[in-house]
């Protein structure tokens, strides 16, 4: 089984500041199946990002993905203040096998 | 419009058993994987499995293989996700979630079980 590790665990930004997010795999993930999804409290997550670096329908250009292998990276430009959120990546594998990563708190500095 | 509706909130004592359900509508329900996540209070999310209801193939998450069952009605569009005999453990807020060519792309709003004595 595949285990993604996502750092940070928590990362304090401003409105206005570039984030960066990363995800590592433990062994080699398909760019095809790398995925990023936002949570915010009290709701279900929303996909942003599928195969590695393309946007779900309605996500702000702001929001970008890239990587390969086992590292990826979920970046947001400039950061607005309903951005603050959990993020989420997650990876399909063999045997329709999916897991996520535990996830990054992005919060107001 | 592509929805997936859980079934509501539910409140149950350990050793009970619970069946929740989530019903598709507006895309071909046959035609898509559909399976569930966990997030336990204050977690993150867990993969938990999915079924096809076209032919009711389903892949468990080894965490969860045995502790569960994913089953689906094609013909009520609906996916079900039960237990026989539940624990305090698995408190937590279930999703349904349609997977498409390996990611999610559309959810649930959520049912909340509550496993208490």
């Known amino acids: 089984e595949i285990v993604l590790t996502q750092s940070p665990g928590t990362l304090s930004l401003s409105p206005g500041e570039r984030a960066t997010l990363s995800c590592r795999a433990s062994?080699?993930?398909?760019?095809?199946?790398l995925a990023w999804y936002q949570q915010k409290p009290g709701q279900a997550p929303r996909l942003l990002i599928y195969?590695?670096?393309s946007r779900a329908t309605g996500i702000p250009d702001r929001f970008s993905g890239s990587g390969s292998g086992t590292d990826f990276t979920l970046t947001i430009s400039r950061l607005e203040p309903e951005d603050f959120a959990v993020y989420y990546c997650?990876?399909?594998?063999?045997?329709?096998?999916?897991?996520f990563g535990q996830g990054t708190k992005l919060e107001i500095k | 419009e592509v929805q997936l509706v859980q079934s509501g909130a539910e409140v149950k004592k350990p050793g009970e058993s619970l069946k929740i359900s989530c019903k598709g509508s507006?895309?071909?329900?046959?035609?898509?994987?559909i399976g569930w996540v966990r997030q336990m209070p204050g977690k993150g999310l867990e993969w938990m499995g999915i079924?096809?209801?076209?032919?009711?193939?389903?892949r468990y998450s080894p965490s969860f293989q045995g502790q569960v069952t994913i089953s689906a009605d094609k013909s009520i569009s609906t996916a079900y996700l039960q237990w026989s005999s539940l624990k305090a453990s698995d408190t937590a807020m279930y999703y349904c979630?349609?997977?498409?060519?390996?990611?999610?792309?559309?959810w649930g709003q959520g049912t909340l079980v509550t496993v208490s004595s």
């Open positions: 979630a349609r997977h498409l060519s390996g990611h999610v792309d559309y």
């Open positions: 507006g895309y071909s329900f046959t035609s898509n994987w």
């Open positions: 079924i096809f209801p076209g032919d009711s193939d389903t």
């Open positions: 062994q080699s993930v398909s760019r095809s199946y």
């Open positions: 195969g590695a670096s």
């Open positions: 997650q990876q399909y594998g063999s045997s329709l096998m999916y897991t």
